[in-house]
Structure formats: C-alpha cells, structure tokens
C-alpha cells in the first residue's frame, strides 16, 4: 500500500469519526452540563414542573429487629433499611425503624435475612437459624439446620 493511499485512508477515517461523534448527540451532553453549572439560573424548561405527585408519602413506621442464630463467624445477606453482604460474630442483630412509602404500603416493603453456615456442638456444619421481629411481635422464623432458608417478611 502505497504512503499516499494511507494518508487518504487516515485522513477519511479521521471524517468519520468526527462525523459519527457529531451524529451521536454530542451537542447535547454540552447544553447539559452547561444547564449542571447553572443551577438556580437553569433555563426554566429545564426545571421540573412542582405538581406534588412525585412525593412518596410514608405509611406508619414500624422497629424491625433481624436475627441470626448460632456460634461463631457467618456470612450474613440482608435487606432491611439498607442492604448488605458481611461477615458477622454470631448471635447477631439488627434493628431499624422504618416505614413504608408510596406503593410499599400496599404491596409491601420486603425485609430479608439470609444466614450463612455455622458449626453445632458436635462439629456438623449447618445453616444458621434467623427470625424477623416487627414491633415487638415475632413474624417469621427458621430454626436452622441441614437446608438453608431464608427470612422473609413484606412490611406494610
């Protein structure tokens, strides 16, 4: 291949590029983060319009307690008012007060525990038991063993 075909060939794929770059909205993402920096002086079309349907309201708030039972170190998955995958000293517990918004109050807000393994006294390794208390009240409970379960429980 010859140098002056090389350059045409480099210099038409230099076109395209900016040609498809270009095509691709480029222009906007720029109004856009011009609108970022402008915050209170924002163009008024780019300010949502206040109708007041976007607001979530709370249902009646509730104190949620999620257990894990057993000895030693486990793995422990929850849900409850935030999430999170960690390992734990067992016995463990922990409690939020939280109530549910918007459409959680009619099909439900889940709370979840998943409990990892733990050792019994005569050394078998099991699934750790877990239980879910809403206000005082016990709602779900596992007591552990071969199969592994999770707690789970729709807050209303």
């Known amino acids: 291949m010859g140098e002056a075909m090389r350059r045409t060939l480099t210099a038409t794929a230099f076109v395209l590029a900016a040609a498809l770059l270009t095509g691709c909205g480029g222009g906007e993402e ?7 920096g402008q915050g209170a ?9 206040d109708t007041g349907e976007g607001t979530a309201e709370e249902g009646e708030a509730h104190e949620v307690t999620i257990k894990v039972e057993g000895t030693g170190k486990s793995n422990v998955m929850y849900t409850l008012d ?5 390992e734990v ?8 007060t939280i109530a549910p918004r918007g459409a959680e109050s009619k ?6 525990v998943t409990p990892g393994n733990t050792t019994t006294a005569d ?3 099991v699934s750790a038991g877990c239980s879910i208390t809403v206000d005082g009240r016990k ?5 552990g063993g071969e199969k592994g379960k999770p707690c ?5």
Do not use: M
């Open 30 to 36: 720029t109004q856009a983060d011009e609108r970022k």
């Open 41 to 49: 002086n924002a163009p008024e079309s780019a300010k949502p319009e």
């Open 82 to 86: 935030d999430s999170d995958f960690t």
């Open 89 to 96: 000293e067992l016995p463990w517990t922990k409690t939020a």
């Open 107 to 112: 099909v439900g807000r889940l709370v979840i």
């Open 123 to 125: 050394g078998r390794l």
């Open 139 to 143: 709602v779900v409970e596992f007591k």
């Open 152 to 156: 789970s429980y729709k807050l209303k």
